[in-house]
């Protein structure tokens, strides 16, 4: 069973730092590019980034471009997203999810639980 | 970016009764390889998104067959053959065939009467 677990999440003042994390298990983690998508409180779904499965190639979002980096460790089985410099509009319930493509990202298939983040002072 | 929009933003349906969502893009979703790169997915209240349909018309894993997917270019449509109570929540469409960045649409709430 494909399982995916963020933690990470939680309150930090505007300008501040967090690292979300990923768990995965249940399947080759290595062999899938990786995704984090956000949900900010009410609103719709936002794509925010992508990684490669050897981590050679990223894609963001443009509001988080050059703020936000995708990470992994495939002998940790992990996906990580460092968001430094965070704005209010960064709160959020983000995702780690799947993707369906394996030479190209396609679509994120399955989706962890989620951890929000609130950008507040 | 390729713009989404989805209509309508809202639909109560009867249980039994079908039920249609429309998504279109601002640009043709079809790829030079022929696929066409346009995803379903289905948020339930509380819950994470969950993979419908891929690829307009592909059933997801475990997916009921009462929903289908149709459209081709520019405009797609999702069917519910048969609406159950298990199907309430928000159905969101999205594009693939430019990255960055992936696109959603805003989102389709549907209750059941």
């Known amino acids: 069973e494909v399982q995916l677990v963020e933690s990470g999440g939680g309150l930090v003042q505007p300008g501040g730092s967090l690292r979300l994390s990923c768990a995965a298990s249940?399947?080759?983690?290595?062999?899938?590019?990786m995704s984090w998508v956000r949900q900010a409180p009410g609103k719709g779904l936002e794509w925010v980034a992508n990684i490669k499965q050897d981590g050679s190639e990223k894609y963001y979002v443009d509001s988080v471009k050059g703020r936000f980096t995708i990470s992994r460790d495939n002998a940790k089985n992990s996906l990580y997203l460092q968001m430094n410099s965070l704005r209010a509009e960064d709160t959020a319930v983000y995702y780690c999810a799947r993707d369906l493509g394996y030479y190209d990202p396609l679509a994120p298939d399955y989706w962890g639980q989620g951890t929000l983040v609130t950008v507040s002072s | 970016d390729i713009v989404m929009t989805q209509t309508p933003l809202s639909l109560s349906v009867t249980p039994g009764q079908p039920a249609s969502i429309s998504c279109k893009s601002s640009q043709s979703l079809l790829h030079s390889d022929g696929k066409t790169y346009l995803y379903w997915y289905l948020q339930k209240p509380g819950q994470s998104p969950q993979l419908l349909i891929y690829?307009?018309?592909n059933r997801f894993s475990g997916v009921p067959d009462r929903f289908s997917g149709s459209g081709s270019g520019t405009d797609f449509t999702l069917k519910i053959s048969r609406v159950e109570a298990e199907d309430v929540g928000v159905y969101y469409c999205?594009?693939?065939?430019?990255?960055?960045?992936?696109?959603f649409g805003q989102g389709t709430k549907l209750e059941i009467k």
């Open positions: 999205m594009q693939s065939i430019q990255l960055p960045p992936w696109t």
């Open positions: 690829e307009v018309s």
């Open positions: 249940g399947f080759t983690f290595s062999s899938y590019w």
